[in-house]
């Protein structure tokens, strides 16, 4: 591979993100998915908690469930608020991840949260992310997300937003 061409592939959205490249080679199937998505737990243990699922990641958009049980269950019998923070920062960071090129880093800064209604039976999210492109300088690009029931309402929305910037050296 000649310089330039390295560089090129370098500065594509997802270059070095490992969840997107397991995504790709396993999504196409149930089981891939869900092999995809515990291997990503397996590197980040804070989301086994919840048991995602992710079913789509593209750079810049990702979409998972989860299923309501008991581990994710408040007093009340509806999904808990922290469950549900949980998945947007799931969905939110690997939306982030696959957005990058090699040359970026990211991390979250912090997220505003919205409570719409009870989330009752399984939850589905979707994150859409700012555009990213080329950067000279640290940015901060928000990954927006909607969290729905099984009749498609919305019962939570977030904004997160991702710091991203140039790596260094």
Same mark, same amino acid.
Do not use: D
């Given at each position: 591979?000649? !310089? &330039? @061409?390295?560089?090129?592939?370098?500065?594509?959205?997802? +270059?070095?993100?490992?969840?997107?490249?397991?995504?790709?080679?396993?999504?196409?199937?149930?089981?891939?998915?869900?092999?995809? @998505?515990?291997?990503?737990?397996?590197?980040?243990?804070?989301? @086994? @908690?919840?048991?995602?699922?992710? &079913?789509?990641? &593209?750079?810049? #958009?990702?979409?998972?469930?989860?299923?309501?049980?008991?581990?994710?269950?408040? #007093?009340?019998? !509806?999904? #808990? +608020?922290?469950?549900?923070?949980?998945? +947007? &920062?799931?969905?939110?960071?690997l939306a982030t991840d696959a957005a990058v090129t090699a040359e970026q880093r990211w991390i979250p800064k912090g997220m505003t949260v919205h409570y719409l209604k009870k989330a009752l039976g399984p939850m589905r999210a979707e994150a859409q992310l700012d555009s990213i492109g080329e950067l000279t300088e640290g940015a901060e690009k928000v990954a927006r997300v909607l969290i729905k029931d099984r009749q498609n309402e919305t019962v939570f929305s977030a904004e997160i937003s991702m710091w991203v910037s140039p790596k260094r050296g």
């Open positions: 591979m000649s !310089t &330039e @061409s390295a560089k090129a592939a370098k500065s594509q959205p997802g +270059a070095r993100s490992a969840a997107l490249r397991l995504f790709r080679r396993w999504g196409n199937s149930g089981f891939g998915r869900w092999l995809c @998505s515990r291997a990503i737990c397996f590197q980040a243990p804070y989301f @086994s @908690s919840i048991s995602p699922l992710l &079913e789509l990641l &593209e750079p810049g #958009h990702a979409i998972a469930s989860i299923k309501q049980r008991r581990r994710v269950q408040n #007093h009340i019998g !509806t999904v #808990h +608020a922290i469950a549900l923070c949980n998945l +947007a &920062e799931f969905v939110g960071g």
